[in-house]
C-alpha cells in the first residue's frame, strides 16, 4: 500500500495537468480499456434518451406483472392457523410496497427522459443554427490569385 505523502504527491501531480472530466463508460485517447470503449468524446443521442424512456416503461410493465403475481400467490396463503402468516402478511405488504413505488417511479422518469433528450437536440440544432448565421453573414473573402485555386 503507497503511504499517504505519495498518494498525494500522485494526486497533486495529476491535478497539476489542469482539470478534465473523465467519463467510466469513455476510454481515455490512446486507451483501449478500462472504460466503454469510445473515444473519450461526450455525446448525446436522442434516440439513446428514448430508448431509455421506453426501456423503462417495459420496466415498469414487468415490475407491475410481478406486483400481480404476488397478489395471486398471497390470495392462496392460509391465514389461520399458521404461525408465520404474521410474518408472511408483512413481508408480503414489504414487497408490494415496493415494487409499487418502483413501477410508479420507472413511470415518472419516463417524460423527463425523453424531455432531456429533446432538449438537448434542440440546444445542439440552436448552436448549430447560430453558427450558421455567423457563416452567411460572415463570408470569407476569395483567396488571392483566383477561386479556382490555381496557380
Known amino acids: 500500500m503507497a503511504s499517504f505523502d505519495l498518494e498525494w504527491a500522485g494526486l497533486k501531480q495529476q491535478a497539476a495537468g489542469g482539470p478534465e ?10 486507451a483501449s480499456g478500462g472504460g466503454g470503449g469510445g473515444n473519450g468524446d461526450l ?11 421506453k426501456d423503462l416503461a417495459g420496466l415498469s410493465t414487468r415490475v407491475k406483472g410481478g406486483v400481480g403475481a404476488l397478489e395471486t400467490g398471497q390470495k392462496g396463503a392460509a391465514l389461520a392457523g399458521v404461525e408465520s402468516a404474521a410474518a408472511q402478511a408483512e413481508l408480503y405488504q414489504s414487497w408490494k ?9 420507472c413511470t415518472s422518469l419516463q417524460g423527463p427522459l425523453e424531455k432531456a433528450g429533446q432538449g438537448q437536440y434542440e440546444n445542439d440544432e440552436a448552436i448549430k443554427g447560430g453558427f450558421a448565421q455567423i457563416d452567411a453573414q460572415y463570408k470569407d473573402t476569395p483567396a488571392t490569385g483566383g477561386s479556382d485555386g490555381s496557380r
Open 97 to 105: 410496497t415496493y415494487l409499487d413505488s418502483l413501477a410508479g417511479k
Open 43 to 53: 455525446t448525446s443521442d436522442k434516440a439513446v434518451w428514448n430508448r431509455a424512456s
Open 21 to 30: 472530466m473523465h467519463l467510466a463508460s469513455a476510454a481515455p485517447d490512446g
